[in-house]
């Protein structure tokens, strides 16, 4: 499935930018994968895993449920939406954000994963294309938006030092089967 992550080096500290980044409420501000979104659900948690808001993902005419999937103190949050119907198939959106120390300030690596099903399988490079094309710009806004300059910050595609990376990949396990031999 289409996963794009990017980093920004921003001038806080990690406890500030994770508090903002925590708040769902916060991410029409900077993000374009959300064009509006509303309160939490009165019922359940104010911010942390289980935290519920509605959302529009843009293009779309109705509102969808994003919850926090991910809470982990000053280090981790993600969001996950609900699976959003088209003719050609669904999508389903998620929204991580990973946060660590650098220098005075703080990296930040923001990742977007969608699942596909149906036809959407198709156009999977299509929706990599567009996440690789706007997500750096996004982290731009967000760098705009905390620290309220319109420099240009630090954006890339590398973690930098110190960062906690992408997991390496499980190894396969061995093979399951043996080669069926010849009757002659």
Request: net charge positive; charged share 20%.
């Amino acid at each position: 499935m289409p996963q794009v992550q990017v980093y920004v080096s921003i001038p806080l500290p990690v406890d500030e930018v994770f508090v903002f980044l925590s708040d769902g409420r916060n991410l029409p501000r900077w993000h374009s994968g959300v064009m509006e979104i509303r309160g939490t659900d009165p019922f359940g948690p104010a911010y942390g895993n289980g935290c519920v808001y509605r959302y529009r993902f843009p293009g779309r005419h109705r509102d969808f449920r994003l919850e926090c999937c991910a809470y982990e103190r000053y280090r981790r949050i993600g969001f996950l939406g609900q699976r959003m119907w088209t003719p050609l198939g669904s999508q389903v959106p998620r929204y991580d954000f990973r946060l660590w120390p650098q220098g005075a300030g703080c990296r930040v690596g923001v990742q977007v994963t969608s699942w596909l099903t149906g036809g959407m399988l198709a156009l999977w490079p299509v929706v990599a294309f567009g996440w690789r094309r706007d997500l750096p710009e996004d982290v731009q806004r967000l760098h705009e938006v905390l620290t309220g300059t319109a420099g240009t910050a630090d954006v890339g595609f590398d973690p930098g030092s110190g960062a906690i990376g992408p997991q390496p990949r499980p190894a396969l396990a061995g093979r399951r089967f043996s080669r069926s031999r010849s009757l002659s």
